[in-house]
């Protein structure tokens, strides 16, 4: 009962508490509010304005005629009147930038903001990039970035695509690895300050001498030359693919790695008796060391986690020198659904791969009760979607070690809104995960639930539509 049922597909807004508008037609700000009038002269025209405040001359009136439902800065919007025999939607002239979260309003009327963001010709059309288009590729990171869009959705989008395309069964626990280009996708930089705000809390853990060192980095010592194989492959990696910001210099003892923008510079001779302490400062994501080892029965090897550099995923000393099999141990249907099969993957893996996995985040001031009642609105904005991008590589030097990478991405559910599709996507996904698994990803409690998919529902309408 806590999973409400898909709504049927009616329109771009159908999603809206009034009737679907049986015309439906896009402007672009800056256009004069003589322009605006003259589109919404109709009584029974929906006027839905898009930015950062109302549009001028309109406040919270409705213009000529016109119903108007303003979009607030958090991609909420508020009906004024209802009745539309038919819609125009006025488009800011700037909503390539994030928009600012902000406190209020109802959640029923996203259908609005996913059919304007969808409608929003300029910065999409310029990075070839359409939001109500079936995605290439997830990668590069930066090019999501670019257009504002939340690095986030960029797997969900790219799942809808999948399962449009008939290559998604859902219901069931997957692996879902699928084949990674290393240029593109393994090691994602964020643009230099958002690096930069990331990495000095790391770097400051990593720095020698640090007292929290060791709940951080764990290192069973036998993996040493993995892990130098691992340093030279990240080092290599960063001065080659992001040739602006880093720079391998000298050789021999003297070889070091620059960060040009940010002035600093590591001597790699420094890090031979601990490397995973210098990957740990340069990436953004956690790096655990898996070895693979005979099984005792004769079967599928098992794979341990003998070292890493592990500051958001888990408690990497707890889970230090334990199996695969271990280290999942919480997630429902690992051990039925996935442990074998993901065994003999890594067992069989030559090329790298990647996969993701979503969860939902429910924020709570300290010592606030969880059964606080919030009105609907303020519920959604304090959900987050995390999703965590995971990839997976054999070191070609050290075969029985396997290098696993998480870069958790979270975001304000409220900003899927810029990706119907992606919306379409989770909204699928939830309601055909059994209880369990969705406990699990931060969906046990009803109300959360139902409110999270009054949301994707209606963000996903105007995708819907346009889908044969």
Known sequence: QAIPPAPPSQGALSALPCPAPRRAEMMSLPTSVGAVRAAAADPGT?????????????????????STVLLGSAGQFRLCCAG????VAVLASATRRRPRRGRGGACECS????EVAASEGGALANAQLSVLQPLDSPFPLARFQE??????????WWERTRSQEGRREPGRLRGGLHALDLDNGWLELDAPP????VMGPRRQVLAEGSDQLGFALVDDGASRPAQLELMRFVVEHLARCHPDRFALTGSGGDERLKSLQEGLSWRLADFESCPLRLVGQLVQEDICIMQEVPSDSGSTPRHLFV????????????????????????????ATDLHEAMGRVFQSLRKPAWRANFGVMEFRYEGEDMETILSDGELLERIYLKVEYETLRR?????DYMVFTIRRHDAPMSDLALTPLACA???????????????????????????????????AVAAAAREP
Request: charged share 15%.
């Open 395 to 399: 070191l070609p030097e050290h075969p």
């Open 194 to 197: 958002a690096y930069q705000e």
């Open 425 to 459: 996507a989770l909204a699928h996904e939830i309601r055909n995960l059994p209880a369990a698994l969705l406990a699990y990803r931060g969906l046990s409690r009803p109300e959360t639930a139902r409110v999270v998919l009054s949301f994707l529902d209606g963000a």
């Open 46 to 66: 929906l006027l839905v304005h898009v930015g950062r405040g109302p549009a001028r001359g309109s406040g919270d009136r409705c213009l000529g005629g016109a």
């Open 307 to 334: 070292a890493g550099v592990v500051m958001e995923s888990f408690d990497p000393v707890s889970k230090h020198m334990l199996p695969m099999l271990e280290l999942h141990g919480p997630v429902p249907g690992y």
């Open 111 to 114: 259908a609005a903001n996913s």
């Open 147 to 156: 257009l504002g869009l939340s690095p986030a959705s960029r797997f969900l």
């Open 84 to 87: 539309a025999s038919s819609a």
